[in-house]
C-alpha cells in the first residue's frame, strides 16, 4: 500500500486548499473531533501530517502519526523539524504506544484495505492505540457515493468504480486526480457499511454513528450552492465517529 503514496506527499499538501477540502472535509472532521485541549491523539496513516499538524495548532496535548509511507513521513517529519510542533512521526506502532491514546484519527486510510482480512487488520490496528473509551473518527469511501465517473469532477477528482452497474465489497476503485495541473491515479477499495460496522465491532468498538459533512460559510460564500449541490448530495467518503470498549 505505502509504495503508491510515497511521491504524493507535497500533491496532499497542495490538495489541503482545494475546495472541498477546505470547505467541506477539514471543517467536517474538526466538528466531529470537537475540542481536543489536553487529548492525546493518534494520527493512523498520517500521511503528509496535515492533520496531525492541524490538531495540535488546536491545542492537543501529545499527538502523534503513523504511516507506512516512507515518502510521506519524510515529507511530515521535514516540517516538524521546521516548525517544531512537538509531533511524533513513526513507521511502527510500538509496543509503548498501545492503549495510550484518548482519539485516533484515521483519514481515508480504510479504503486501501483489499480484503476483510486487511480491513480487520487496520480496524484492530486502530483500536489497539486507544485508551477505554477512546474515540476513533475514520473516512471510509461512502458505501453511497455516486458511481457516475464524471460526478465529482467540479471538486478535482473522479471515482471510477471497476463495476459500473454492482458495489461490492473489496471492489477496486479508482481515485483519479484530475484537477490541473495533477492527474495522478490510485486504487483504492470499496466496503459496505454492513461490512465496515462489522469489522469496527469484531475490533471492539461499542458504537459507530455515521456524521453528515457540511460546508462552512466561507465555501457557500465564495462557490455557491449549486457548486457544493452534487457533494451535499452524494460524498464521496462517510464519517464513522467510534467508541472502544464499553
Same mark, same amino acid.
Not at 89 to 114: C, E, G, H, M, R
Given at each position: ?26 471543517? #467536517? &472532521? /474538526?466538528?466531529?473531533? !470537537?475540542?481536543?485541549?489536553e487529548l492525546s $491523539?493518534?494520527?493512523?496513516? =498520517?500521511?503528509?501530517?496535515? +492533520? ?65 482480512q486487511l480491513l ?7 483500536? #489497539? &492505540? /486507544?485508551?477505554?473509551? !477512546? ?5 471510509? $469511501?461512502?458505501?453511497?457515493? =455516486?458511481?457516475?465517473?464524471? +460526478? ?19 471492489s477496486p476503485v ?73
Open positions: 500500500m505505502s509504495s503508491q503514496f510515497d511521491e504524493l506527499a507535497a500533491l496532499y499538501e497542495n490538495m489541503a486548499d482545494w475546495p472541498f477540502r477546505k470547505h467541506c472535509e477539514i471543517p #467536517s &472532521v /474538526l466538528d466531529v473531533v !470537537g475540542d481536543v485541549s $491523539i493518534f494520527d493512523f496513516g =498520517c500521511g503528509n501530517g496535515l +492533520y496531525s499538524r492541524m490538531l495540535k495548532k488546536q491545542g492537543a496535548k501529545k499527538v502523534v502519526g503513523y504511516d507506512q509511507s516512507i515518502g510521506m513521513l519524510d515529507y511530515a517529519s521535514r516540517r516538524e523539524e521546521k516548525e517544531q510542533l512537538g509531533i511524533e512521526f513513526n513507521s511502527q506502532i510500538t509496543s509503548d504506544l498501545l492503549s495510550k491514546f484518548d482519539l485516533a484519527i484515521s483519514i481515508y486510510v480504510l479504503p486501501y484495505a483489499a480484503n476483510a480487520d487488520s487496520m480496524c484492530q490496528s486502530m483500536a #489497539s &492505540v /486507544l485508551k477505554p473509551g !477512546g474515540r476513533l473518527i475514520t473516512l471510509p $469511501i461512502h458505501p453511497d457515493f =455516486c458511481m457516475r465517473e464524471n +460526478y465529482y469532477e467540479n471538486y478535482g477528482f473522479r471515482l471510477i468504480p471497476s463495476n459500473e452497474n454492482q458495489k461490492s465489497d473489496a479508482i481515485l483519479d486526480l484530475c484537477k490541473p495541473p495533477y492527474n495522478t491515479q490510485v486504487e483504492a477499495y470499496y466496503w459496505t457499511a454492513a461490512a465496515l460496522e462489522a469489522s469496527l465491532k469484531r475490533s471492539g468498538f461499542s458504537s459507530i454513528h455515521w456524521r453528515k459533512h457540511r460546508i462552512d460559510r466561507e465555501g457557500f460564500k465564495l462557490l455557491g450552492q449549486q457548486y457544493w449541490q452534487n457533494y451535499i448530495n452524494s460524498p464521496h467518503a462517510a464519517i464513522l465517529d467510534c467508541t472502544f470498549g464499553g
